[in-house]
């Protein structure tokens, strides 16, 4: 006889937790998550429908192979997994499972979720993040961001953390990790429609913390440029040293 799970019908969706890299579309277009393990070369959106990795033709979660979406139950045991090197510039997703799923001793499986909320970690410098940055790697189409203070996103592609959370859309909230002892804490930004042509992209949407990160990312882009305007200026127009 065939063992068969109890039926859970919750009155409203579980709540579950992952990693994940934050991604960004080649044309900056569009932000997303890409996962970390088996599924990583199947970017989502913030609500987004599993898929078998394996190109079987069945829905996700089928009970005799390992597809769908992945959560664990509790939020620590997700962040301890941000300690591994190769996890070091990941975010901490928290997200709601919706549709069929299956109920594991330390998380789920899933056929579709809602990501409610990102957390990014500090710079790799250890300063607070202001942006997300190129990470140097990527899928076909997409680029991988990582946390970046502004000095270290001068000169990379990068997008501020409201910028993410607008570009990504659905009501995404993006918060920056909890800041060292006796700094103020750091407010939330969530997506939602841009803002009319007229006014910066995101402006009628932010406080004064997001519009004080995006001052800082400015800045250090000027930085940059001018530093690499006084390095042309001493190598003169010929492209070599003068004198």
């Known amino acids: 006889m065939r063992?068969?799970?109890?039926?859970?019908?919750?009155?409203?969706?579980?709540?579950?937790?992952?990693?994940?890299?934050?991604?960004?579309?080649?044309?900056?277009?569009r932000a997303g998550f890409t996962g970390v393990s088996l599924g990583g070369a199947l970017p989502y959106g913030v609500?987004?429908?599993?898929?078998?990795?394996?190109?079987?033709?069945?829905?996700?979660?089928?009970r005799l192979c390992d597809c769908g979406f992945h959560c664990v139950h509790e939020r620590v045991v997700a962040e301890e997994l941000l300690c591994t090197a190769e996890h070091r510039a990941a975010v901490l997703l928290e997200v709601s499972v919706l549709g069929s799923y299956i109920r594991f001793e330390r998380g789920y499986r899933y056929a579709r979720q809602r990501v409610r909320t990102m957390t990014v970690g500090p710079c790799a410098c250890g300063a607070p993040a202001v942006a997300l940055a190129d990470a140097?790697?990527?899928?076909?189409?997409?680029?991988?961001?990582?946390?970046?203070?502004?000095?270290?996103?001068?000169?990379?592609?990068?997008?501020?953390?409201?910028?993410?959370?607008?570009?990504?859309?659905?009501?995404l909230r993006v918060v920056a990790g909890a800041p060292p002892a006796g700094a103020?804490?750091?407010?939330?930004?969530?997506?939602?429609?841009?803002?009319?042509?007229?006014?910066?992209?995101?402006?009628?949407?932010?406080?004064?913390?997001?519009?004080?990160?995006?001052?800082?990312?400015?800045?250090?882009?000027?930085?940059?440029?001018?530093?690499?305007?006084?390095?042309?200026?001493?190598?003169?127009?010929?492209?070599t040293g003068e004198g």
Do not use: M, N
């Not at 203070?149 to 001068?154: D, M, P, Q, T």
């Not at 990379?156 to 959370?165: D, E, I, M, P, S």
């Open 3 to 29: 063992l068969r799970l109890p039926t859970e019908r919750p009155t409203e969706p579980p709540t579950g937790y992952k990693i994940a890299h934050p991604v960004l579309s080649q044309d900056g277009t």
């Open 47 to 62: 609500v987004a429908d599993a898929g078998c990795v394996y190109g079987r033709r069945h829905r996700p979660p089928a």
């Open 136 to 171: 140097g790697w990527g899928r076909p189409g997409r680029r991988a961001l990582a946390a970046a203070c502004g000095g270290c996103a001068s000169g990379r592609t990068a997008v501020t953390l409201a910028g993410f959370a607008r570009l990504a859309g659905d009501g």
């Open 184 to 239: 103020p804490p750091v407010a939330a930004v969530t997506g939602g429609a841009p803002a009319p042509p007229s006014a910066p992209a995101g402006a009628g949407e932010l406080g004064l913390p997001e519009l004080a990160a995006e001052a800082a990312l400015l800045q250090a882009r000027l930085d940059w440029f001018q530093t690499q305007l006084a390095l042309l200026g001493e190598r003169g127009p010929g492209g």
